[in-house]
């Protein structure tokens, strides 16, 4: 047993840190709320970087890695809160690599940035492939695909939409029900940008109108389902780089900030309260080690181990952030300070790709359906 | 990042397992509390040391197998997979062995180890006291010397597991009381059959005593009682916590608070599987305890590449506690006054919760510990530090009359 980085993935990690560091990503993030245009484009450096391809096989040309490297270059996009379009196009090139599609090549490169139309796997209390609503708490059946090969229906909040080259969707056949994966150009679509309460956070409404598609070969309902997974973790893992920079910020004002003659960080309810933040931390941080290794070893596991992680982070985030606004004090809760920035990532990611809710209850479900 | 068995562990497994196999029919039974029990659980012992299956990481030299901690781990999950009992002095193999390993003269290493790895001898900890526990470095359990070199001990400690039918405890006293608290301790042996000791069991929430309080009225200890020096018992002592650390850490496994079995006890009642409500708060519990068995094989892992687990390691009971505790509540919730009946499986795991949330450190100081020690945090202001015991004595007395 070894879980500690390979010396690769420690310079995976590093180079991400520094590559992201070049960049004022934070500053970014506010400014973007009053005027979206400034926010960086960071495509380029995720092509040069090589993250395009993280997770398309050698052969592909792809760097062949797994779901786990993933994860640290997500917490790394995380921890200074860089809106990077990995997480439509991570899943997305896995799925094009299963199928051996023949714009893998472009899409391992980053030439064309692939966005996955997530839909969520069926479960014991909704039999159906489901998709974001525009609105609400009741979720829409996926897109159906028609025998001619036309792709209908309406997917909100996807992640990464805006400006991909191409999409890979999760749909189901309008003959049998059955899951497929589609292609959709992104001419043949029609892609409103949504509003974005995290200005770093790129998502779009998708509405597929009989749009001209190809079927993915050799992807069905289990390649489906692992990519969906495979997403959770992704958000999992770009909540625990937030996390640590909530921490690290925190603790450092605990300290410096004196009250009464003491530090803050000296008493008792700031120190829980940081403790607490860390110990979300670990749990998340073990359970994406979980996920990593279930994604490689034992696949039965993977939707338990990712559903725990994307319920953990996402918890995690939510605390980390309130805690850092109330360590703040009064000038937490202003634009003046970064934490504003880091509750908005909080609280638009735990409602997005089925939210935490449906996380947790899928952890509920996998081990009630084991039992 | 790899969580399999090596070969060499695949293969120790296997040993392992396959003597399990051939022995399992002369195992006892794991509960119960009457002599005959503990007799058995000590032949068991015997028997399980025997075959090199306890004192798995001590020293050859001392009776143990000189292995590391994945291969303690591999026999303890054999152990839960065949269904028997594991060694019945955890506290004294695990943790008072140890100590007197690290600290001990080889006179004390070759009188008391054999008999304790083979449970011919249980022992006992007996550190904490009424007005000692969060503040270990309080105790009052005193110990005078004599002109013979040897000492008498008098005072109270308490919370004592296994005090009823141990024969030694490890005692940590205090020989001055006119220096700081932390520097007038000393660590003792204590025969748990000397004349002046008396033992008491305390019933806890379950009914059951499984602790004791001990109580020594001028108890003649000899000169080589004595562990690790006169005056060094804080160090001494902190050796015994940070082996507790590790033996709760590495031992979670055998606690059985599993997301799985709690899982399996909503499962069979239709109407409840299929409840958001229920399904929420089995979510969210089971996340925690899933993520607790990840971090126990980060522990493992990193003992294996030879570091020593930080304060930490401590989150992982908080966690195990809180979500163990959600999951009693949960089923209770489920169930109905049934789950609270003697004969429930689930009776005693909610009455034994709330103690263990102080055992081994309160949450409450635990976090004070890793808030300083891990994220840096300035500690809270001490009324104690660089006085005197008997002067902040006199000072406490003094602010509550």
Redesign the interface.
Known sequence: ??????DE?TFLRDAARDALSRVKTVPAARDALEDPSVLPDLWPTAREAGWAGLLVSEDNGGAGLSA?EAMLVMAEAGRVLAGIELLGHLPASSLLDTAGDERIGAVAEGELRACFVAAQPPG??DARWTVEPLSGSVRLSAPVLSESGALSGVVAWVPDAPGADVYVVGATRASDGVAVAVVVNAADVEVEEATRYDATRSLGHMRFDGAASTVLDGVGADELERAWYLAQTLLAAESLGAVETA?SVS?EY??ERFTFG??I????A???S???V??LR???Y??M??A??AYE?RPDEFA??AS?AR??GG?ALDYASRAMISVHGGIGATWEHDAPLFFRRAQLSRRLLGGL?DA??????E??S?? | ?????TPE?VRYRAKVRAWLEDHQDEAPAEQGEDDAHIAARRAWQSKLAAAGLAGVTWPVELGGQGLGP?EHVIVGQEIIRAGVPNILDVIGVGMLGPTIIAHGSDEQKVRYLGPMLHGDEVWCQLFSEPAAGSDLAAVQARAVSRDDGGWRLSGQKVWTTNAHFAAHGLLLARTDADVPKHKGLTMFIVPMDADGITIRGLRQISGEAEFNEVFFDDVALDADAVVGGVGNGWGTALTTLMFERLTIGLGSESLGYK??RY??A??TDEHA??D?E???R???L???L??????G??M???L??GQIPGP?AG?AK??TVRSAIEAGDLIADVLGPDALDAQSEWAYMISFLPGLKSAGGTE?IL??T???R????????RLDKGIPFSELRAKERAATT
């Open positions: 047993m070894n879980l500690e980085l390979t993935q786990f014991d209390l921490l603790v605990a300290k003491r530090a960080g000296s008493y008792q700031v120190k829980h940081l403790v607490e860390l110990r670990e749990n998340t073990a359970l080690l979980y990593g290794w070893d338990l181990a725990a319920a953990s918890h809710g947790t209850d899928r952890v509920a479900a081990l009630l084991a039992a | 990042m790899d969580l399999n068995d562990q994945i997301a799985e899982a399996a909503i499962a599987r299929l958001p229920v399904r929420r089995l979510g969210e089971s996340v925690e899933l993520a607790v068995k990840f971090i094989y980060r493992l892992s990193a294996a590449q930490e989150l908080v966690t409450e976090r004070n890793i808030g300083e891990v994220l840096g945090l300035p500690p809270e202001p």
